[in-house]
């Protein structure tokens, strides 16, 4: 009966624990838009994507993508209101 208890226990606080979001699921996700320069097509990127393409670049150096349009050079659009 006392395995039963703390069977009980553990699974009680697994759903305490899943209440409260530890994977941040519910955060909203930041979204850059970038442009091509070659076709002026725009694209939605997720900014923690940014980040990752980031790791190797300075400081002043901006982020590159290939264009999912045209397989260009894409960049952060600076002209696009950001929320």
């Given at each position: 009966m006392s395995?039963?208890?703390?069977q009980?226990?553990?699974?009680?606080?697994?759903?305490?624990?899943l209440?409260?979001?530890?994977?941040?699921?519910?955060?909203?996700?930041?979204i850059?838009i970038?442009?091509c320069?070659?076709?002026?097509g725009t694209?939605?990127v997720?900014?923690?994507?940014?980040g990752?393409?980031?790791v190797d670049?300075?400081?002043?150096?901006e982020?590159?993508?290939?264009?999912?349009h045209?397989n260009?050079t894409m960049i952060?659009?600076?002209?696009v209101p950001?929320?």
């Amino acid at each position: 009966m006392s395995q039963k208890k703390d069977q009980d226990n553990l699974f009680g606080d697994i759903d305490e624990w899943l209440e409260d979001d530890p994977f941040g699921l519910d955060e909203e996700i930041k979204i850059v838009i970038f442009k091509c320069l070659d076709c002026n097509g725009t694209d939605e990127v997720p900014d923690y994507i940014i980040g990752e393409f980031s790791v190797d670049k300075n400081n002043d150096e901006e982020v590159e993508l290939h264009c999912p349009h045209c397989n260009g050079t894409m960049i952060r659009a600076k002209n696009v209101p950001s929320d």
